[in-house]
């Protein structure tokens, strides 16, 4: 399946503008994620209300950059191995995954349709996504030369910045 970037974009900027946009979105991913999968839950040091922003960034940065892959490729394997840091494991990807699609149903669902051609694009695209990270995260090394032309520590952190998950060239949320 090839990725519908116009329908992949056309339902995030939806998700930013109906039913509490952004925020709301983000509140629910982690309500869910640590109702259905509480082990999570000591990962995060950050609070809902300060973590949904870096989430909704990750996803404008990725959303807006799916189109460039010399930009997106490093952003993702930066982000990967910057999750070792927070104890991320393969499996939790999954959990992830299968939580964003939910969330994303629900809240375009409530004051629009959710078909199924947008949870298939949805999942090509977390799929992707989740494949790009941990492949990075397996691996750090193969990916430190890349990282540096990048403007990232081998940590996967921006080199002065303190916050990594955003691309400022791309990102809009």
Request: net charge negative.
């Amino acid at each position: 399946m090839s990725l519908d970037v116009a329908l992949l974009r056309e339902t995030f900027n939806r998700a930013k503008e109906e039913n509490g946009g952004t925020k709301a979105l983000g509140m629910s991913f982690y309500k869910r994620l640590f109702e259905k999968y509480p082990s999570v839950r000591p990962l995060f040091n950050t609070p809902p209300e300060e973590q949904h922003k870096k989430l909704m960034a990750s996803l404008g940065a990725i959303v807006a950059g799916v189109e460039q892959p010399e930009r997106l490729l490093p952003y993702l394997h930066a982000m990967g191995i910057r999750h070792l840091k927070y104890k991320t494991e393969n499996a939790h990807y999954d959990a992830v995954g299968e939580n964003l699609m939910a969330v994303l149903a629900e809240h375009l669902s409530k004051e629009g349709e959710w078909t199924q051609s947008m949870a298939d694009t949805w999942q090509a695209a977390i799929g992707v996504v989740a494949k790009t990270m941990i492949e990075a995260a397996d691996n750090p090394e193969a990916f430190r030369e890349e990282l540096g032309k990048h403007g990232y520590e081998s940590d996967g952190f921006k080199r002065n910045d303190p916050a990594p998950w955003i691309d400022r060239a791309t990102v809009s949320i």
